[in-house]
């Protein structure tokens, strides 16, 4: 069993301390102190690309820049690092979509993934003309899929469907090898599609109790349609040294936060109609309204699982907190229950990515969970990591 690796690129801005974003945000209500340019997330993906990570995540939505524009610039600062570029179906026609990716991955092959987002936010949505209801999103986005998949086989493709309206599009070159879909989504509607259409399934930090539950629902789906997906899961992370270190970072980044900034970026999240969020804000539902949030171990869900990322941020609100023996020990967990993949990310995001890679990575390696571009050398000393693990 070895798992898969990617770290995620903070395009609205980046701080030592905790940046709101994501779902219910509005544009512009993101960034932080450290400007997110092209020399910054260079730095990020060339050090991802070091340790060995597969790929890096770029979001979408108004509060960040756009993701195949960066990945496109970031693609000439690295060698072999792909890109997890998310999009959203229905913004633009399925025969451009294909059309990107499959030039995307003629002058990088095999460096362009596709996280597909369906969108949570009806108001967001709005804001780039799109009018659909949640329900409906679903049901364009699985004819948008269909189109984006048999133009990928080379098909010439006319389809006249609920909301998908091609005739005779094609591709002049089809991308080799096909990029992979990753998908997300926690409803009803999210289910069918995922299994019908995706490579990997991802879902954000919940319990493992939680994400086996998702695994399964969704497994069960895709054997109905003759397919086996992959499964990852999106996460934060506070990897030190010792255990007492780690948390004593997360009660830092949680004790720059007062009652009116978390309320306020609660009231933006509750206008979301994503099932995940719900879920992520129920995660720190009670300490929110018994006023115990301020407690950093108070917000520990389960082992080294900690909530109060969500506070302030929509999307991924939970973070694996521990040594760094503690947070391979967690990743050796989820990967038993059937994740395949880690999407990680922490503040700021390129010094976490340092602790995580010189501390846990080395672990991971050592107890065979992780294999993927080990490191020519071993440097005399590693900065931040100690003896202790």
């Given at each position: 069993m070895s798992v898969t690796l990617h770290w995620f690129l903070p395009t609205y801005g980046?701080?030592?301390?905790?940046?709101?974003?994501?779902?219910?945000?509005?544009?512009?209500?993101a960034?932080?102190?450290?400007?997110?340019?092209?020399d910054y997330l260079a730095s990020i993906v060339r050090a991802a690309e070091r340790f060995g990570f597969t790929g890096a995540l770029i979001p979408t939505g108004a509060w960040c820049e756009d993701a195949f524009i960066t990945a496109a610039l970031l693609a000439r600062e690295t060698t072999t690092l792909a890109f997890l570029v998310a999009f959203r179906p229905g913004l633009v026609s399925p025969t451009l979509s294909a059309q990107m990716a499959a030039t995307f991955a003629r002058h990088a092959p095999g460096r362009i993934l596709l996280n597909v987002v369906v969108g949570g936010e009806a108001h967001e949505q709005r804001a780039f003309g799109d009018h659909l209801d949640k329900d409906a999103r679903y049901r364009r986005c699985d004819e948008f899929?269909?189109?984006?998949?048999?133009?990928?086989?080379?098909?010439?493709?006319?389809?006249?469907?609920?909301?998908?309206?091609?005739?005779?599009?094609?591709?002049?070159?089809?991308?080799?090898?096909?990029?992979p879909l990753y998908f997300g989504g926690s409803s009803a509607a999210a289910g069918p599609v995922a299994a019908r259409h995706s490579d990997v399934y991802l879902t954000w930090g919940e319990p493992p109790a939680a994400v086996r539950e998702k695994i399964e629902?969704?497994?069960?789906?895709?054997?109905?349609?003759?397919?086996?997906?992959?499964?990852?899961?999106?996460?934060?992370?506070?990897?030190?040294?010792?255990?007492?270190?780690?948390?004593?970072?997360?009660?830092?980044?949680?004790?720059?936060?007062?009652?009116?900034?978390?309320?306020?970026?609660?009231?933006?999240l509750a206008r979301s109609q994503s099932e995940g969020q719900r879920r992520m804000?129920?995660?720190?539902?009670?300490?929110?309204?018994?006023?115990?949030?301020?407690?950093?171990?108070?917000?520990?869900?389960?082992?080294?699982?900690?909530?109060?990322?969500?506070?302030?941020?929509?999307?991924?609100?939970?973070?694996?907190?521990?040594?760094?023996?503690?947070?391979?020990d967690r990743i050796a967990e989820y990967a038993e229950i059937g994740i395949d993949e880690f999407i990680f990310s922490g503040y700021p995001h390129l010094e976490e990515l340092f602790w995580f890679g010189e501390g846990v990575v080395p672990i991971l390696r050592e107890?065979?969970?992780?294999?993927?571009?080990?490191?020519?050398?071993?440097?005399?000393?590693?900065?931040?990591?100690?003896?202790?693990?």
């Open positions: 980046d701080s030592r301390f905790i940046v709101g974003g994501g779902h219910g945000t509005p544009a512009g209500g960034g932080g102190d450290r400007e997110a340019s092209i899929l269909d189109v984006v998949r048999r133009l990928w086989a080379g098909e010439t493709v006319t389809h006249r469907g609920e909301f998908v309206d091609v005739e005779e599009a094609a591709l002049a070159l089809p991308p080799t090898p096909v990029p629902w969704i497994r069960a789906l895709g054997e109905e349609h003759g397919r086996k997906l992959r499964f990852g899961i999106r996460l934060h992370t506070i990897s030190r040294d010792t255990s007492e270190e780690a948390w004593a970072q997360a009660d830092r980044l949680v004790s720059a936060l007062d009652q009116q900034t978390v309320t306020a970026a609660q009231a933006g804000l129920a995660l720190h539902q009670a300490n929110r309204v018994n006023g115990t949030w301020g407690d950093v171990r108070s917000l520990e869900i389960a082992p080294n699982l900690w909530a109060g990322v969500g506070l302030v941020r929509g999307g991924a609100g939970t973070a694996l907190v521990g040594s760094h023996t503690e947070v391979a107890r065979g969970l992780f294999g993927a571009g080990a490191q020519r050398d071993t440097p005399a000393s590693i900065p931040f990591v100690g003896a202790a693990r």
